[in-house]
Every structure is written in C-alpha cells, then in structure tokens.
C-alpha cells in the first residue's frame, strides 16, 4: 500500500492543490493511504476533513517583518514553533512511515518536506506561482522534483533539471462532470441572465468586498438585470451583509444574489458565471483557465515578491483578464467596467475563450508521471 503526506496551508490556494493531487493519485494508487500535515488553526484543517484524509497537525507561522510590540511575540512564537518544527516532523514520519511526502506551499510544508529528504523519504514540492515563493527556493535543492505550475517559474530556480512543468492540478469537480452554463445556473437556482461570480478567496479581501457591495446596490439601483454570486471571506464576516444593507439591498428579496463566507460548491459557481472577479491566487486563476471565463483580477498587494501580479500579468497578457492593481480599484472604476462588459458581450466572450486557451489540459497525466518517475527512482 503506498503511503503519501500532503502539506500545505495558509490559504485554500495551497490546500486545493494538495487535494487535487490526492485525487490524482487514488486514479492510479486505489488503495492509498494519506495523511496531511497542517496547521491546528488553518482553514486546511476543515478543507481536509471535508475531503475525507487524516489530518495531523503541527504549529508553524511566519516571520513579521515590521516591529511593533504585537509582532516582537508573535516572532518570539514563530521562533519557538521553527525550533519544535524538526522534531515534530520526524515524530509523523516515524510514526506514518510515508513513501512519499508531497509539499504545496506555505510555511507549515517546509519543516516536514525537509524532514522527510533528510530521512530519506521520496519527497515533491508543487510551486503554483509565475515567481515562487520562500519556501520552494528552500526546499528545493533538497527534494526529488519539483512541479511548476507555469514555464515562466522555471527562470527563477537554479536546478532547471528537477523542474517539471506540470501545470497546477485542480479539484475533479472542474474537470469530471462539467456541467453546462446553463446547468449550472438551473442547479444553483439562479436564471439565464448573465452571471458575475467575486470573491477574495478564503480569507476575503477588503478592497474587493467594498467594491462589489457597490456593484451590487447598483444592480438594484439602475435596474440591472444580473445574477451575482459572492464570497466575502472570513474578513467579511459580520461586515459585507450590513454593507450591502446600508446601502438598501436586503438579500431576502434578490433571489439573484447567493452572498456566502465561504463557496464550498466553487467547480459549480464558476461553471454558471460569464465573469469572475478575484485575486491572483495561482489556483483561482487555474480554475478560471479550466471554466474558460472572462475575469478581472485584483492582485493582492500584501503577498510574498508580489507574485499575484506576476501571475495575473500572464492572463492579461494573453487578452484572457483585465488586470487592476489594488491601490487603483474604485467602485466607479469597477462598475464601469462591469458595465462595458455588460454591454459588449462579444468582448466577454472574447475573454473566456482566451482563457480557456490557457489551460493545460493534461495536468493529472503530468502530475501522474512525476509521482511515478520518483517513486520508482528514475
């Protein structure tokens, strides 16, 4: 029976993959066994437990860069977390006994993935950026392969050799089963009018939530006909609905409007949208590519070496998104532009189909071979 850890966390773009990539491997592997290795806190641990994997957890946080007195301890935390990591690590190892040990990104794959190459352990790390991040230029050197999302990523790594251009592997629901726009849009309950799809990913982002609570009053307010689908994030919580009710939208009487934290039916929502606005999360931007949508990408401005933008500049270059930097993103600016959509379809479509283009179609085929190659030592 092969044994395989996944890590990853942080946000769902670093969990997401990891999950598709079990996927990926119970096609070849059936009988499997998984464990992922995740923070206590993170949203990984309720994704995990959705999929269905054993989950093991281990602390681990980031450095703060600015000084103030909130971030000397939580720096002083981190610093007690990297020193326990080591042993933490070698404790699952040797506890679960892996073939293989897979890492996704974010800080919490770092401790054990190096672990397990120390041990000897057959070990993968899958970088989802155009620029990859911290961790994957510390990993590196020390793993077996290492799984690119994108060519332009292959520029910044030193061992060219170990690099695999695999493309980033999403969740069977976008790629078994697809349903039809229109399908999509009976199953969700919504009608055939155009669909707008926004979120700011798992966490939520500010910017974006006030932007679109705007968009939304003006749908109601210019008489608007469009089905709109949101997430505002755990940072939205308890502040995007009272938004949008100052501004005299009470969701009760907008059957159009589906406002959750969270999208946990996401391969369904995307398939029923004709646009999508969202960060730059390498994920995201995949899972746009498999749908084939139009977008408007917001890249986040508090990420590592800024590589949201990198990854949303790939897109627009491409005529398959309209990219805004945050500090420019107004909600005169984006009703506008949702309004020009609006009017020339021709234009949106135009967007969906380029990337459509984008997508690498044989990502699991390509992730399945790497697993492979290294598990018999090739």
């Known amino acids: 029976m092969l044994k395989v850890i996944l890590s990853g966390g942080g946000t769902a773009g670093h969990v ?17 066994e998984f464990l992922y290795v995740g923070t206590p ?34 720096n002083m935390t981190a610093a007690w977390y990297l020193m326990t990591s080591g042993s933490r ?7 679960f006994k892996p073939d293989l040990v897979i890492g996704t990104g974010g800080y919490v794959c770092g401790p054990i993935v190096r672990m397990a190459a120390k041990m000897g352990v057959k070990t993968i790390i899958h970088e989802q950026n155009a620029f990859p991040g911290v961790t994957t230029k510390l990993l590196a050197n020390e793993v077996d392969r290492v799984m690119l999302t994108v060519k332009k990523a292959e520029e910044y790594m030193r061992d060219k050799d170990k690099c695999v251009v695999t493309g980033l592997p999403v969740r069977m629901g976008f ?6 726009k229109a399908e999509a849009k009976a199953r969700l309950g919504l009608s055939r009018e155009l669909c707008i799809l926004s979120t700011g990913g798992s ?63 996401m391969p369904t929502c995307m398939e029923a949208a004709d646009l999508i606005i ?13 749908v084939g949508c139009g977008s408007i990408l917001v890249p986040s401005p508090i990420v590592a070496e800024n590589h949201q933008y990198h990854n949303g500049k790939v897109l627009e270059n491409a005529g398959a998104a309209i990219l805004i930097e945050q500090k420019d993103l107004t909600s005169e600016w984006l ?8 009017s020339d379809p ?11 283009k984008l997508y690498i179609t044989d990502t699991p085929d390509r992730v399945a071979a790497v697993i492979k190659e290294v598990l018999e030592g090739k």
């Not at 997401?16 to 499997?32: F, G, R, T």
């Not at 994704?47 to 281990?58: C, E, I, N, Q, R």
């Not at 690590?89 to 506890?95: F, K, L, P, V, W």
């Open 89 to 95: 690590s070698r404790q699952i190892i040797s506890s």
């Open 278 to 290: 969202s960060r730059c999360g390498a994920g995201a931007l995949t899972e746009i590519e498999a």
């Open 346 to 356: 021709e234009r949106l479509r135009g967007l969906s189909r380029n990337a459509e």
């Open 41 to 74: 806190n993170g949203i990984e641990k309720d994704l995990v437990a959705k999929a269905g994997l054993d989950f093991a957890p281990m602390n681990v946080a980031g450095f703060q860069r600015r000084l103030s007195l909130r971030n000397i301890k939580r």
């Open 203 to 265: 966490l939520g982002a500010g910017r974006i939530n006030e932007t679109v609570a705007d968009l939304m009053a003006w749908y109601c307010r210019e008489g608007i006909k469009v089905n709109h689908i949101h997430s505002y994030g755990k940072n939205g919580r308890g502040t995007f609905v009272a938004s949008l009710r100052t501004k005299g939208v009470e969701l009760e009487e907008h059957p159009e409007f589906i406002v959750k934290e969270y999208i946990d039916n």
């Open 175 to 180: 790629v078994k089963g697809r349903l039809t």
């Open 335 to 342: 009703i506008k532009t949702v309004d020009s959509l609006i």
């Open 16 to 32: 997401n993959p990891a999950l598709a990539i079990s996927e990926i491997i119970k096609e070849i592997y059936p009988d499997a």
